[in-house]
């Protein structure tokens, strides 16, 4: 599942916070739109306990970023470094850490030292919450049981008011294709009850080029089973933020090929943009990469972060090549008869994708994850 956020009123202007404001003018000059306005959250009212006061700074926080850059986490020392470095430049914080049974029992703790950190950092948490594994067969039994959707829906609640949660976002993925109006059905109860409680709901959701399922008589690209179970139009109805994974194009079961393609990107917006109003919709970035080994005994692939093309960067027999289609970083060393060729989304790369969020006027987007990212995305950097 970022650059320039809701700046932060009355706060020193960090290295991080001017670079925001650069990013934020760099996105605006590439666009030619109008600089995002940066709003202050309404005061709690008198009255509130300490729990609703935090609560309802988180969710003005969330609400009133514009564009809201969603940062997701995952428990590595790159990590917290990049959170602790960069903390003004984030509007939230998304933990992949939770699970939810078939049985609707909520298992899952935060990373250590996270919730000290975010509070540290005035960060709002909205972990998120999955089907472990993205098991099929658990979370078709999950839908289709109602006392168990009611047990869910009662520890998020639960969890969220003890954690000070500002709410969840819903990342289930693998579902059977027949079971999407069930897992619509159980996204608006989730929505109903959290809303009650004055908490907000993401949901995550893979991207789509069609709403037939299987389109293969269609041209261009198509919708995968993976991302068939998504009712774009229902789910946008109830939860307040859609997250679009435009990632994964190619992995390591593909041959090499983007992470996210700018074509493939563009193509999941028009189809995303169509069904989800764009104030709701976020676009998903990769700050990994992914790299292809090929020998005379077949090829395998896994992905990586941008320390791990040290031996590209620093190899003056590599080939760097930009990709003006894709409008991705390629890197290719050979050595004997192994080829090593790794696609990577750097800052360059990034920021194309950053101008689609001002093009189709999206609330922002959410980066997959912290501690993977080449460094100069902080800086604003777009060189080679």
Known sequence: MGSSQLIKRGAPQTTSGILRVAITLLMVASCGLASPKIRRSAKPPSGQSAEDAALTKAR??????????????????LG?????????????????????????VLRGQLPAGLLDATRRAGLPLMPLVTNPGFDRSTAHALLHNAQAQQRAITSLIETAARDQYVG???DFEGIDPEDKLAYTRFVARVAARLHHD???????????????????SAP?????????????????????????????????????????GYDWVNAALDYASGRVPASKLLLGVPFYGREW??????????????????????????????D????TARFQLH???????????????????????????LRGYAAWRLGMEDPEFWQGSTDP
């Not at 969603?70 to 020392?77: A, K, T, V, W």
């Not at 090829?299 to 960067?313: E, F, Q, R, V």
């Not at 003006?324 to 409008?327: E, N, T």
């Open 60 to 77: 003005g926080q969330v609400l009133t970023a514009s564009p809201l850059a969603m940062f997701y986490y995952s428990d590595d020392s």
């Open 80 to 104: 917290m470094a990049s959170l602790q470095a960069h903390a003004d430049a984030i509007t939230v914080i998304a933990p992949q850490c939770f699970g939810l049974d078939r049985m609707g």
């Open 168 to 170: 969840w976002q819903l």
């Open 198 to 216: 004055h908490h907000l709901l993401s949901v995550a959701v893979v991207p789509r080029f069609s709403d037939a399922f299987p389109d293969n």
């Open 220 to 260: 261009g690209f198509h919708t995968g089973e993976w991302g068939a179970a998504f009712d774009f139009r229902g789910l946008g109805q109830v939860a307040d933020f859609l997250v679009l994974m435009a990632y994964d194009q190619h992995t390591s079961l593909t041959a090499p090929g983007p992470v996210a």
């Open 293 to 322: 080994v090929e020998t005379s005994q077949g090829m395998t692939g896994h992905s990586l972060a941008y320390k791990d093309l040290k031996d590209y960067l620093g190899d003056p027999s590599s080939d760097r090549y930009w």
């Open 324 to 327: 003006v289609l894709f409008r």
């Open 335 to 361: 050595n004997g008869d192994t080829q090593r060729t790794a696609w990577f989304d750097d800052a360059r790369s990034l920021r194309e994708k950053l101008k689609l969020v001002q093009n189709y006027h």
